[in-house]
């Protein structure tokens, strides 16, 4: 495995032998387009290729375009190519997470990341000893390739499957490398081992689920990324998947079998008759039951599928690297598991319009391949004929003339709703130029959904609201957590706040008591603009853990960003986190008013930004001074809802949307 590992970082060097040397001034396909009221401009990535290198030379009359089959005028023309090697000095690192995130929008910078599946160790290898085994042998072969090939134009991020896109640092300098991998080490691979491994103490199933609860970690990972990069802009972002496979196994009741019927034992736990048996860490009855119904009932196939279809709406292209090279099975049965991993994984960079490098021993080749396939692009523009506001998915097509060959290019967007293109002509009336698209409902109720996801494998989750010169930061622990019996005695929490170059912004202290699971701190800001927040969690006989968020500039002027809290029958009111709800449970929302308003008003929408006639009753605590929803969730079915606030005073008007799942 360290020969392949090596030999994979080595081969990589040529993956930015396209990088460029001198900074290139934006083109009229680069820059912002010129708003026209009532219309969509879209911008399709483009790439011909003949013997595995892209074609030079074309132009815009040698494209034909098509939105669901009907042709569309193209109104802007590209052609960019990017050079080799700049050295590390010559390189600018952006200040912070946003910074590098503000870069990758620019259509001028190629943007990838290298994403190590941590889980593709022997059976029974413990998560710290796969990520050790791994990285350890990626770790400086990597800042040597990323020292020797980029340049000024290319971002990019390094990640394992042990992380979300939430972690996801862009960057352009080695020294940016260096310390994601060193964080890494500290804060992921750790910090989830023993939630992993205490799986494997659930009896017969423990080994299925732990197999199972793995891949459903590296799912959440790929979901949440593929989400992140899409928001950054239209044009393609590349992800360097490297993995021995993508298993997608469909829902397994034998499991459940294998677990049998067991009911949870009761007893004295902590001084209370309690249900579970928590003397073991992580291996009562309540969260093996727990998570092997969950586990076993997942269709792995469905989210592969998912994964697929996101991408390519979010034009993000994926270039699968198998760093166990050729393989030669002993029997017919592995035969046909490598077969199929093989076949997955090159589905997966097919349909994203990838480069699979599998099965074979040729990687240096292989990513010789990628570099080309990365070297340049057409960037094209036009104006949507299609002016029916729906938010629904289009098929874009790109062929070359005159003999309608097909070109590899980005092939869905969404459409934007008829709220979204009158909000971004009033706005362009008003200031003369269009700003960026405001976020969808649709796209706020997914991205919270991948949330929801992302934080049931934490320990606990973070959220912070703004309001005036406080901001109130909120930590409460996960389900799993408080399953596995984790800070039962509470905690002791530590928020530190910090500016976009990273200087202090405030800080605070708070404790979630015994049996409280949450606890809201509110932390005074010094005058510094906050960009994001730690959160640090310290308990008795518990290992400390540590999350952070970021913290977006806010422009709200009327009301704050909304605290929630959930209660349910002869349970306190607790603050909000993870904003995943029973319906048994009672929903508060309160959204802190920072000046006198005219008129307020509450919806609730679906995902896909549909108003549902219920009626969300608002009053005013004037004590607190806040708006305040207080309202039962049993009428709601399973799925994604968005509360929307609007809030108006002297001609201005304010939109907050919140976005909750239910389970």
Known sequence: MRQHLSGFIVAILTIAAVAGQQPQPPTAAQQRPVFRGGTHFVRVDAYPSRN????????????????????????????????????????????????????AADPRYRVFVIVVNVEYAAPGQSMSAAVNSSIGYIQQPLIRFLDRVLG??????????????????????????????????????????????????????????RGRFLLDRMYTSLETLVVQLGSLRQERKNIIFVANRLDRPREDRKILSARGPVLPKAGIVGGRVGIGDRSDYGANDSMCASEIQRLALMDFDTRYRQLLREAQQQNVSFFPVTPAGLQAPATLPEARAVQQANDDLI????????????NTNDLAGGMTKIADDLAAYYLLGYYTTNTTWDGGIRTIRVKLKPAGEAVRARRQYRAPTQAEIDALSARAAAGGRAPSPVPSSEAAARETALGVLERASRPFAAYAAASGTTLTVIAELSSSSIQLG???????????????????AGAA???????????????????????????????????????????????????????????????????????????????????????????????????????????????????????????????????????????????????????????
Not at 584 to 610: I, Q
């Open 509 to 663: 202290r708070g404790k979630i008591d015994a049996g409280s699971y949450a606890v809201a701190i509110p932390v005074p800001l010094s005058g510094v603009r906050p960009a994001r927040v730690a959160v640090r969690l310290v308990g008795p006989n518990e290992r400390p853990a540590d999350d952070w968020l970021n913290v977006l500039p806010s422009a709200s002027r009327l009301v704050g960003d909304p605290i929630a809290y959930r209660s349910a029958s002869r349970v306190a009111k607790r603050p909000v986190a993870a904003f995943e709800f029973a319906r048994n449970e009672r929903l508060t929302l309160e959204w802190p008013v920072l000046a006198p308003l005219d008129r307020r008003e509450a919806r609730l929408l679906d995902h896909a930004g549909t108003a549902l006639p219920v009626d969300l009753p608002l009053s005013e605590d004037t004590a607190r001074k806040a708006i305040v929803l207080d309202m039962s969730l049993s009428g709601l079915p399973h799925g994604d809802y968005l509360f929307e606030l609007t809030a108006a005073a002297s001609g201005s008007t304010e939109r907050h949307l919140l976005a909750i799942r239910m389970r």
């Open 152 to 209: 000024p134009k290319d971002v990019y991020g390094f990640l394992t499957t042990a992380q979300s896109a939430k972690d996801l640092v862009l960057g352009q300098k080695t020294s940016s490398v260096e310390a994601q991998i060193a964080d890494m080490w500290r804060a992921s691979a750790v910090d989830r081992d023993e939630d992993a491994d205490a799986l494997l103490r659930c009896g017969p199933a423990g080994e299925a689920i």
């Open 347 to 358: 589905t997966l960079a097919r349909e994203t319009d990838g480069i699979p490098i599998v």
């Open 52 to 103: 595995g290198k892209i074609v030079e030379g074309l132009t815009s009359a040698d494209f034909e375009i098509t939105e669901d089959g009907k042709p569309q005028k193209i109104e802007s023309f590209d052609f960019i190519k990017y050079p080799t090697f700049t050295p590390d000095a010559e390189r600018r690192d952006p200040s912070s997470q946003r910074g590098g995130y503000d870069m």
């Open 486 to 504: 984790r800070w039962k005695s509470g905690a002791d929490v530590e928020v530190e706040a910090s500016g976009p170059n990273g200087e202090p």
